[in-house]
């Protein structure tokens, strides 16, 4: 027989040697040059992370203090056996998303525990944060409705806010009275309200006033959504922002992240059983996304278990970062994370170099994560600093002039 000629390329004849130039190409390279003007490029950097907060990159080992590994979890003996038991019993990968190819059993397992530290009827896991937001914010509220979040909510809260089609209203920075204000003007006008707010703040570490904004929901029959991702592991016992003093605050939807002091990856929401039943009925971003691996699952609750099990281990990031900002003479740290800001980007990038040189990893953080003029050091504190690195960053920050006077 005799096949049909066919004019497609052969193999090494597709033309990837010659260079190409089109409208797409040159958009792109007029987007990155007035990316670059403005100092605000961003490359990816192969980096090797290590057991005990180092890194390789290159030639260099560094100590990392800019990574969300809040208890070292993600180098954890116990995770990483409990992934690779569950790889051999489950497989790679899903298949497919949770309601097409069936719910693996260890969704189950990690769902129950996560309701268990939240003190919720029921949780549910997402592929990310990211999709979690994206998906529960448009399932809970539409064009009828009003959304009133602090301005400095992270961005994949906005892009759920941007989804549902509400009317969006920005308070203050923390301030549960300008909620309150905003909500007093605004509330009546619409069918149902969310209130938006991160528990721990990912560029400033501050927290969250929960309890006060809380009172504002219910005093304006709004529901109230916490995003824990940097609380969780981390504040009150590891229950993260929805507890104080070990008793349940009233927050409706508590909201987080598997992948920073759990270890893992994967994002939840714990809140009532028929919230969670509406969820997995009606949030786009959970009915078609593959489900998460078996190895991330397992880990995932594995992690979770130790937060339960090992309270020294979780007042351990607040403690390391409490020591930095002491020895700085810096605001005491509320949380694991503390900002440095410097105003301008280049005086960032050269922050960061120059403690690279030092050895420590710490990212420069510039618009748009943070607001114009606000560029900074974001320290992250983990479990795995010894009192004596926490020491020699302080000691580096402060011959770079770096610290408070």
Request: hydrophobic content about 45%.
């Amino acid at each position: 027989m005799i096949l049909p000629q066919s004019s497609a390329p052969l193999a090494g004849d597709w033309g990837y040697d010659r260079p190409m130039t089109n409208a797409l190409d040159d958009f792109a390279r007029d987007k990155l040059a007035a990316i670059e003007a403005a100092t605000l490029t961003r490359r990816l950097k192969p980096t090797v992370r290590q057991a005990g907060g180092g890194v390789r990159r290159g030639p260099s080992r560094l100590l990392s203090f800019c990574d969300n590994d809040y208890l070292g979890l993600s180098q954890h003996p116990a995770l990483k056996r409990a992934a690779m038991d569950a790889t051999e019993r489950f497989g790679a990968g899903a298949g497919a998303s949770r309601l097409v190819t069936g719910d693996n059993p260890l969704y189950q397992a990690l769902e129950a525990r996560l309701a268990r530290i939240k003190g919720t009827e029921a949780a549910i896991v997402f592929g990310s944060g990211y999709l979690a937001n994206i998906g529960i914010i448009p399932t809970l509220v539409g064009a009828d409705d009003l959304i009133v979040a602090d301005e400095l909510v992270h961005a994949c809260l906005h892009a759920g806010a941007r989804l549902a089609r509400a009317e969006i209203l920005l308070f203050r920075h923390n301030d549960a009275e300008d909620c309150q204000r905003l909500l007093g003007l605004a509330r009546r006008n619409h069918r149902h309200c969310l209130i938006l707010t991160e528990g721990v703040f990912s560029m400033d570490g501050d927290r969250a006033p929960v309890a006060a904004l809380g009172a504002a929901a219910r005093a304006h029959d709004a529901w109230l959504l916490v995003d824990d991702a940097h609380a969780l592991g981390v504040i009150n016992g590891g229950r993260g922002s929805g507890f104080t003093d070990g008793e349940r605050l009233p927050v409706e939807l508590q909201m987080g992240t598997l992948s920073k002091a759990v270890g893992a990856y994967g994002g939840y929401l714990a809140a009532s059983r028929p919230v969670i039943e509406l969820i997995v009925n009606r949030a786009r971003s959970l009915i078609y996304t593959t489900a998460l691996p078996p190895g991330t699952l397992a880990a995932a609750e594995k992690g979770l278990e130790l937060i339960e099990s090992d309270p020294g281990l979780v007042a351990k990031p607040v403690a390391r970062a409490r020591a930095f900002t002491q020895a700085l003479n810096l605001p005491a740290a509320v949380s694991a994370i503390v900002p440095l800001i410097l105003g301008d980007e280049a005086r960032a990038l050269d922050a960061a170099d120059r403690l690279a040189q030092r050895g420590f990893l710490v990212t420069a953080i510039r618009p748009p994560t943070v607001p114009d003029g606000s560029s900074r050091l974001r320290f992250t504190f983990s479990a795995e600093h010894r009192e004596e690195d926490v020491a020699a960053l302080a000691e580096a920050v402060r011959a770079l002039g770096l610290g408070a006077p």
